[in-house]
């Protein structure tokens, strides 16, 4: 069993940036591959972002790739996502998942992902 817990949301304006941290419980947490995923208001939870097992594949939504970065620390349990440039539409709540894989297989249901945190709120004002 894994249980995931997100934090570092919050309100900042059009053009700030952001760091959320999602610290996962477990020994076995180097062995998981992670994902970030968002949900915004009125619409399905979608693919943020998602990092293997070693970091050694990191895979991203179109619509952040080149302004989020996604990283984890093995030695402390826990995973990062670096939001820049954020955008009004990038308001949501974001979620931290983890699988019982080492690779992230993107599979339905739940984008392969088996241990999900509570969320945290990320609003972008414009």
């Known amino acids: 069993q894994v249980q995931v817990v997100e934090s570092g949301g919050g309100l900042v304006q059009a053009g700030g940036s952001l760091r959320l941290s999602c610290a996962a419980s477990?020994?076995?947490?180097?062995?998981?591959?992670m994902g970030w995923f968002r949900q915004a208001p009125g619409k399905d939870r979608e693919f943020v972002g998602a990092i293997t097992w070693s970091g050694g594949s990191i895979y991203y939504a179109e619509d952040v790739e080149g302004r989020f970065t996604i990283s984890r620390d093995n030695a402390k349990n826990t995973v990062y996502l670096q939001m820049n440039s954020l955008k009004p539409e990038d308001t949501a709540v974001y979620y931290c998942a983890a699988s019982t894989l080492p690779i992230y297989s993107g599979v339905a249901p739940n984008y392969g992902m088996d241990y999900w945190g509570k969320g945290t709120l990320v609003t972008v004002s414009s």
């Open positions: 477990g020994r076995t947490f180097s062995r998981h591959a």
